[in-house]
């Protein structure tokens, strides 16, 4: 984990980058997808929605919540994710729902810069060190 400055319009402007965002997506996609078969099942998406950390809330130290609960809210993540409700995810419906999640999240963030701390893997990581590589390019 990192901490690393981010705000809304880093979030925007990288999901606008269709190239980086698609490359991404397909990345990422590609790395969930273990059995290879081009479909994400429950199980596999729950690594990518385990990272989203929905139960963190005291700077990085997690409270112990139901299983249940737990359980209940990533399979409501997961239908999020499963557009045509057929019980897998497609490359598109993950890039889809990624995009939306991304510019739900510039949107609570606002255009003012937030100190965040991020798991070194996660997409918005990649998100700060690819505006990190722009910033130096230019």
Do not use: W
């Amino acid at each position: 984990m990192s901490v690393e400055v981010l705000d809304g319009a880093t979030i925007v402007s990288f999901v606008e980058d269709e190239d980086a965002f698609n490359i991404l997506i397909r990345e990422r996609f590609a790395h969930l997808d273990t059995d290879n078969d081009g479909l994400l099942s429950h199980s596999e998406m729950m690594e990518e929605l385990k990272c989203l950390r929905v139960f963190e809330t005291h700077f990085g130290i997690d409270e112990k919540p139901d299983p249940d609960e737990l359980a209940s809210v990533y399979s409501s993540l997961f239908v999020q994710f499963d557009h045509d409700s057929n019980g897998t995810v497609d490359l598109e419906e993950f890039k889809a729902e990624t995009k939306q999640m991304m510019l739900a999240m510039a949107n609570g963030l606002g255009f003012l810069p937030v100190q965040m701390v991020l798991e070194e893997d996660s997409i918005l990581k990649k998100v700060v060190e690819k505006e990190s590589t722009a910033k130096v390019v230019v």
